[in-house]
């Protein structure tokens, strides 16, 4: 797991007369786990709040064309983004809080990690952000706030467990692949895989007959949609590799396969408006023709905690 998983997350700034330090025990959390923070107020002037109030914030965006018509009858098509906060989850800190100029007052809180998220996605058609959000209510002004983006996790164990739709074979350590009278098998250990580490496996091809190939590569695609009417999809990569240099292959061949993923969070999801999928590809490149793609479903996670 990346460092910057556990890495706890800070948030210092000023707003309406009041600075703030924020932290949270980690920057990326988990499911149905609570997570510990602790909060700093120092008061630049005299001021009364009704609560102190701490909340996890999920808000979903999605790209999708917008067809609209001028009063001539003409008509304009453009991509625009909707965004929708689809999950709130608020803590009371604190009640009625009344702090004189120059005054500092702490406290700690612990903030519960919906159960089934949703996870982090970060991509540009379809996606899902969180931040953490922190304010003081002031009853007769403007509330003193501040905000910051984390990460909340897709836990292999909710892959697993059948709680996120995934390709049929999507969590198998091997599959059959077959395409153009090629086949072979594409194998990984263990499945799923997971944002920001490592992964093997080993590609096994049976070619009928000897072909000329510019190469043989492999790569990780991410297929992100946007399941709205116009909605606007994206295929992302965030892995690839070159398996087999220029040449001519026949019968069986076999490859290797070793890496790391990105710790960039798209995980294998489905949301309201959007879902991501994962496939990966092998490739054999050929000069004066349609390139052959071996591909199988894979599932991707965010942790393997939990």
Request: hydrophobic share 45%; aromatic share 4%.
């Amino acid at each position: 797991m990346p460092e910057s998983a556990l890495a706890g997350l800070v948030l210092e700034g000023d707003s309406h007369g009041v600075h703030w330090h924020l932290e949270l025990d980690r920057r990326q959390l988990l499911p149905g786990r609570l997570v510990g923070g602790r909060m700093s107020l120092r008061a630049d002037r005299s001021m009364e709040a009704r609560a102190v109030v701490v909340a996890l914030v999920a808000e979903e965006h999605w790209r999708h064309r917008q067809t609209t018509r001028d009063a001539s009858g003409n008509t304009t098509t453009r991509v625009v983004t909707s965004r929708d906060e689809l999950l709130r989850e608020p803590v009371q800190v604190n009640g009625a809080l009344r702090l004189a100029a120059g005054e500092t007052w702490q406290a700690t809180f612990e903030l519960p990690v919906p159960e089934l998220g949703p996870a982090s996605l970060d991509a540009e058609d379809a996606g899902l952000s969180w931040r953490l959000e922190a304010k003081l209510d002031i009853d007769d002004g403007f509330d003193s706030s501040i905000a910051g983006p984390l990460v909340v996790a897709q836990p292999t164990a909710l892959l697993r467990a059948g709680a996120v739709h995934v390709g049929e074979f999507a969590l198998y350590e091997r599959d059959d692949v077959a395409a153009d009278g090629i086949t072979g098998t594409i194998g990984f250990e263990p499945m799923p895989l997971v944002c920001g580490e490592p992964f093997s496996g080993r590609v096994a091809l049976d070619l009928p007959e000897s072909v000329n190939l510019q190469e043989i590569r492999a790569e990780l695609r991410v297929q992100v949609e946007a399941t709205v009417g116009g909605g606007e999809s994206e295929t992302i990569i965030p892995w690839a590799d070159q398996l087999a240099p220029e040449g001519t292959y026949g019968g069986s061949v076999s490859f290797d396969v070793a890496g790391a993923l990105d710790a960039r969070p798209l995980p294998t999801m489905e949301l309201p408006h959007g879902r991501a999928g994962a496939t990966f590809h092998v490739v054999l490149a050929r000069a004066w023709a349609v390139d052959t793609h071996l591909a199988r479903d894979v599932a991707i996670a965010t942790t393997r905690e939990l």
